[in-house]
């Protein structure tokens, strides 16, 4: 419990859709500019979270864990869900107005997470998706001098790409601003999220 003479530090809960590459790119992203390690945040990352209204549903599940954890008000901690499009068949305005209604903020990302992972590489609004987009990626490492085939579990690639290259970052939230129409596919707002990570960047 914070003291009544300590300041709170932000709390902000991230729950994924996919166990691994989401979770893990995030991980990579705060270990590499230093945010987790401030003082005025507490970030959890949990994934495998499942889709789109039940994912927005565990997350609530997974604040009041974390309340409970840190033992503090659920209503403190912000809540991020993020998922993409895959088999959805209800439209984004629909899940939007749900996570609004239960006090969740929708990062997402049509047709899928790699999307966002692309644009570290190139600006594309690439209509590829599944094995085309995964190709595409490859063909961009490759370019790079990144001798490796892209695999979803694995992004050790990205790690040392940002450790060489740190304002890949800002670069990827550039070219997401160029596919952030909803109405559009490709779209993802995933930037949005890292924006809001960045706020805590150590030394900012």
């Known amino acids: 419990m914070v003291g009544s003479g300590d300041i709170q530090p932000i709390t902000i809960l991230i729950c994924c859709e996919g166990r691994v590459t989401e979770p893990e790119y995030l991980k990579i992203v705060m270990r590499q500019r230093r945010i987790n390690s401030s003082s005025r945040v507490v970030i959890e990352v949990v994934g495998g979270k499942g889709q789109h209204e039940r994912l927005i549903d565990k997350a609530l599940i997974e604040r009041n864990k974390l309340a409970t954890k ?67 990626i490859t063909k961009e490492l490759h370019k790079l001098g990144i001798n490796t085939r892209y695999d979803k579990t694995n992004l050790v690639w990205l790690s040392k790409l940002l450790d060489n290259d740190p304002q890949r970052v800002e670069l990827a939230i550039r070219n997401s601003r160029r596919i952030n129409n909803p109405k559009n596919t490709p779209y993802t707002n995933l930037h949005i999220l890292l924006l809001r990570l960045l706020e805590f960047e150590v030394g900012r």
């Open 70 to 136: 840190l033992d503090i008000s659920p209503e403190d901690i912000e809540v991020w869900a993020v998922c993409d499009r895959d088999v959805m068949v209800r439209t984004l305005a629909v899940l939007e107005s749900y996570a609004k209604k239960k006090g969740v903020r929708l990062a997402f990302s049509d047709p899928r997470f790699e999307i966002f992972l692309l644009q570290h590489l190139t600006a594309s609004a690439t209509n590829e998706t599944g094995k085309g987009l995964e190709a595409l």
